[in-house]
Structures are given as structure tokens and as C-alpha cells.
């Protein structure tokens, strides 16, 4: 009988062995199903991340300046700028207003008014002045769309203070002395807020005859200046001397009582 030769059995035990693993790889999953799965998780993780960080972004500020719209009237352009600190209006103005001929004399009758209710309502809903019935409306109509700015700066900042427990109730009203004046009383009460003046008002002031138009004519100039300028430091009005004097007396008193 003819003998296998010892390096014949060698070379098809190996060739034998080669088989047999390539058989065992062709026969193993191609990946692991459990490893893709725990691949994607930190993926779809990241990703969730990404969509809040994007969505705080949009923040908007409470504090600062807003420029309404500018409104075409029948004289003239009308646009209002607003002050806002802590989500409230601290001033609001006329940057735009009717110029020339009559419309001086409307726009000065008119804007000190208008602004005045302004800080006071906290909103558009504001009275128009008789005999500027345009300059009043295109004033609304600025007024709002500012408000509107305003609103959608501001959403997210006062959502997130609504939580601390501020602004809103730090806020005092705080009258000052009655000082009598020779056409009559003067009395202010202010707001204030965050250490600042949100509105003034005159609780008292000269009444009957001349004093009617000079106290209608001052008080409201009066006031804006008050939560403009945050201090009794304010113009006296032409022609209302004694009534400015015993304004700023009394605000310079009730700014003592509230501490600024």
C-alpha cells in the first residue's frame, strides 16, 4: 500500500483549518445590532441638546429703547420712542411729530398729554387730544406698534424673573407733602420701581379761573419731566411758576419718603 506523505497531511490539515474559520466569520452578523443601538443614543442626546440652546437665544431684553412705527397723518409723520426698565415704560416721547403753521401749536398742546398717559396707562389705551385728533391717532398708532416691539423683546426675560419673585413687587406709590402755593395746594404722588420713577401725578393742584389753563398746562409737562429725569431737578413751565415751584416741593418730598 502506497504512504501518505508526512508533508502532504500538513499542508490539508491547515487548508482544513482555513475552512473551518472562514466558515465561522461568514456565519457572524455582519455588525452588532446592540453596538448601533448604543451608538445612536449619545446622537439623538446631543441633538435633543441643541433645540433649547437654540430656542433660548431668542431672548429679549426688558430694559432699553423702542421706536414704534412711523405714521403718516394728514400733517405729518408721527413716531413714538419708548423707555422701558424692568419690563414697565419709564418715559415715552414723540421723535416724529407735525411741524409748521398750526400743527406747532397742536403738536405742544397734544404731545405732552399723550405721553403722560402713556407712562400712566402702561398701554395704547389712551385718550385723544381734543382739537389734534390726527396727531393723536397716528401717536396711537405708533404707540402700539412700539408696545408690540416691546412685548416680543421682552416674553421670555419676564417669564423667567416671574419665578424670582421680583420687579413688580418691589414697586411703591409714595405721596409727597402738600405745599400750598399762592393760587392754591400742590400735592405729587410717584411709583416708583426698581429704584426708579414709573409715574407722577398731581393729587392736588390750583384750581378755578387762570389756574384751570395754567394748572393743564403744567402738570402734565410736570409729570413726564418727573419720571424722565428721576429727581425733582425739572424746568419750571413758562407761565405756571408758582404752580412748578410747589410741584417740585412736594415730588423733592415724596422722593425723600421713597428713599431717592
Known sequence: MKKSHPIRRVVLATAATVSGVVLLLSLKPASDPNAQAAGAAPQQTAAAQESPQGGSSAAGAANGTVDGAVVQTEYGNVQVRLTVAGGKITKAEAIQAPKGGTSDQKTALSIPKL????????????????????????????????????????????????????????????TGKVVQTQYGPVQVRITVANGKITKADAVQAPKGGTSDQKTALSVPKLNQEAVAAGSAQIDSVSGATYTSNGYKQSLQSALDQAGG
Not at 125 to 142: E, F, L, W
Open 115 to 174: 405721553t403722560q398717559e402713556t407712562v400712566t396707562a402702561q398701554s395704547a389705551q389712551i385718550d385723544s387730544v381734543s382739537g389734534a385728533t390726527y396727531t393723536s391717532n397716528g401717536y396711537k398708532q405708533s404707540l402700539q406698534s412700539a408696545l408690540d416691539k416691546m412685548k416680543a423683546s421682552s416674553t421670555p426675560s419676564q417669564s423667567a424673573s416671574s419665578g424670582s419673585g421680583g420687579g413688580a413687587a418691589q414697586a411703591k406709590t409714595v
